[in-house]
């Protein structure tokens, strides 16, 4: 670290300090999103309560998983508004070519949202302007958005609220070439 952090200078000792109160309050937060999580899963998934660790008995079916998932973007990712985090299958980086309505629905799909709409919000983007650089959506994308966001809340898409329209604020600055 010699002469790398500030030129002529030699680094000795590095230090840090996190409050107690700021640990403690880390651990209040995880431990009710925890509690949350725990709650809604078994009000979802009234079988939850079985579980047992150990080698599983029987894979849980489709609906269950898509269940859990769904609970657990919501609660545990709640309004976390970055779009790299991490978890298998989290981490969002969207190629998207200016004025590339084909790129645009490539990367919305295999963020995970369903291709028709992924194709849907992709074409609307290519049929209007955007209102401005800080608002990149058109009239006709934010009433798309605001009647298919649902699909975020109810699990048709693979991602939470707050990550879905992080990712579609993200493409849409990408399309009309604003990043």
Same mark, same amino acid.
Request: charged share 20%; aromatic share 8%.
């Given at each position: 670290?010699?002469g790398n952090?500030?030129?002529d200078?030699?680094?000795?000792s590095?230090?840090?300090q996190?409050?107690k109160?700021l640990? /403690? #309050?880390?651990?209040n937060?995880?431990?009710?999103? $925890?509690?949350?999580l +725990?709650?809604?899963i078994e009000?979802n998934?009234p &079988?939850?309560?079985?579980?047992v660790?150990?080698p599983p008995k /029987? #894979?849980?079916?489709e609906?269950?998983k898509k269940? $859990?998932?769904?609970? +657990?973007?919501q609660?545990v990712h709640?309004n976390? &508004?970055?779009?790299?985090?991490?978890?298998?299958?989290?981490?969002?980086?969207?190629?998207i070519?200016?004025?590339?309505?084909?790129s645009?629905?490539k990367?919305l799909?295999?963020a995970g949202?369903?291709p028709?709409d992924?194709?849907a919000?992709?074409?609307?983007f290519?049929s209007?302007?955007?209102?401005s650089?800080?608002?990149?959506?058109?009239?006709n994308?934010?009433?798309?958005?605001?009647?298919n966001?649902?699909?975020a809340?109810?699990?048709?898409?693979?991602?939470?609220v707050?990550?879905a329209?992080q990712?579609l604020s993200e493409?849409?600055?990408?399309?009309?070439g604003?990043?």
């Open positions: 670290m010699q952090i500030y030129e200078y030699a680094c000795n590095v230090t840090g996190l409050s109160s640990m /403690a #309050e880390i651990q937060i995880v431990r009710a999103r $925890v509690l949350e +725990t709650i809604q009000k998934l &079988t939850a309560s079985d579980i660790l150990g /029987a #894979e849980p079916g609906k269950e269940a $859990v998932t769904q609970i +657990t973007n609660i709640g976390y &508004t970055s779009i790299s985090n991490t978890g298998q299958g989290a981490q969002f980086n969207l190629h070519n200016s004025n590339d309505a084909a645009v629905a990367e799909e295999a949202i369903t028709d992924a194709q919000i992709s074409k609307i290519a209007e302007a955007p209102e650089r800080e608002e990149p959506f058109g009239r994308a934010k009433s798309w958005i605001a009647k966001l649902s699909k809340v109810d699990g048709t898409w693979k991602v939470g707050s990550v329209t990712i493409a849409a600055l990408r399309y009309y604003f990043k």
